[in-house]
């Protein structure tokens, strides 16, 4: 197998396994706090992607918003 079929595999298989693990966290809450930036916002945006229903909290209010707005966003 040469490294473009190769390649095109690995792409094929992420996909597939992407795919079983969409809605993995349909009917759930996530509480993420510090959620304003960096890991606690992409984990918010992360969660909700999976299905979650995600609460943000930080002291930068400001920044919860922001990350609120993503979310509902889309």
């Not at 969409?22 to 510090?34: E, M, Q, R, S, Y």
């Not at 400001?62 to 609120?68: D, L, S």
Request: no cysteine; net charge negative.
């Amino acid at each position: 197998m040469d490294k473009i079929n190769f390649l095109s595999f690995l792409e094929k298989h992420a996909e597939k396994e992407y795919r079983k693990m969409v809605g993995l966290l349909n009917d759930k809450i996530a509480l993420v706090t510090g959620g304003a930036s960096g890991i606690g916002r992409a984990s918010a945006l992360a969660f909700a992607r999976e299905g979650a229903k995600v609460a943000v909290a930080d002291v930068l209010v400001e920044g919860a918003g922001e990350t609120v707005g993503l979310i509902e966003s889309g």
